[in-house]
């Protein structure tokens, strides 16, 4: 909430002009507001002065969305902020420079969930080669959820890399889940020699992957003469995944699906 910075920031802005000079939508992460201030600013004087218009569009984590009820409110509003792994853009309240600007010249705000930031993160890291942390990777995570058209000539910004190993292992392992390419399922099952064997071969002639496999005869929902099968499986997505379970079926067995 300083107007050095935040026009230290609008050079961004100006950036994205001189490298894409038809650019008709740019997608910026908001935490506090001084970043798209001032990539806002710029940008919007820029297109002004060339006749031409542009469209600039902030995105929030659900869970500290702190811009939508302000600009409902016409006022920084002060939020209950819920976890994040975007903790990088998790302010409670918006800066009162910043919110002056952004009201004037951000034409639209959107929110993502954590999923959806996982599997932004997934896509930039295996497609793009990228390790961008969960606040910057909010942008990416709009247009895959669909919470923008992103018609014409767009630019996002990633506004960082700073993310911890241990929290990059947990969310692209939420971000395969999302993504339907891993899946843990339980398997009741005759309590009789084979069967697990049966299980594995038609997971195997499915192509899918067995990642981790528990075996057990205790639970209350089990019959006294079934065990349970959990399996992890690793599959190419959403409609393979499904292709296991009906393979499953068709062979007689019933699987539960955790995630």
């Known amino acids: 909430d300083n107007a050095d910075i935040i026009a230290g920031q609008g050079t961004v802005g100006l950036e994205i002009f001189e490298q894409v000079s038809d650019v008709e939508t740019v997608i910026v992460p908001i935490g506090g507001g001084g970043l798209i201030s001032?990539?806002?600013s710029a940008m919007?004087?820029?297109a002004a002065?060339?006749?031409r218009?542009?469209?600039i569009i902030g995105v929030q984590s659900a869970n500290a969305a702190a811009y939508p009820p302000s600009l409902r409110a016409g006022e920084p509003t002060t939020i209950e902020m819920k976890p994040t792994i975007a903790d990088g853009i998790a302010v409670a309240r918006p800066g009162a420079l910043n919110f002056a600007i952004i009201k004037d010249t951000v034409d639209e705000v959107?929110?993502?969930g954590d999923d959806d930031i996982a599997r932004a993160l997934v896509m930039l890291l295996e497609r793009a080669k990228l390790?961008?942390?969960p606040a910057g990777a909010v942008g990416v995570a709009a247009i895959l959820a669909e919470k923008i058209d992103a018609v014409g000539k767009t630019v996002v910004v990633l506004s960082g890399g700073n993310i911890d190993p241990m929290?990059?292992?947990r969310v692209i392992a939420r971000g395969l889940v999302t993504t339907g390419r891993y899946m843990r399922m339980r398997i009741p099952l005759p309590d009789r020699p084979g069967q697990l064997a049966k299980i594995s071969e038609i997971l195997a002639n499915q192509n899918s992957n067995v990642v981790e496999v528990m075996h057990t005869r205790h639970g209350t929902d089990l019959q006294i003469t079934q065990a349970e099968l959990e399996i992890h499986i690793e599959t190419r997505g959403p409609e393979h995944a499904s292709e296991v379970l009906e393979a499953?079926?068709?062979e007689g067995f019933e699987p539960r699906v955790d995630f």
């Open 248 to 250: 499953l079926r068709a």
């Open 110 to 112: 959107v929110t993502v």
């Open 131 to 133: 390790v961008v942390e």
């Open 167 to 169: 929290l990059m292992e």
């Open 49 to 51: 002065e060339n006749g």
């Open 53 to 55: 218009a542009i469209r």
């Open 44 to 46: 919007k004087q820029h």
């Open 38 to 40: 001032g990539v806002a």
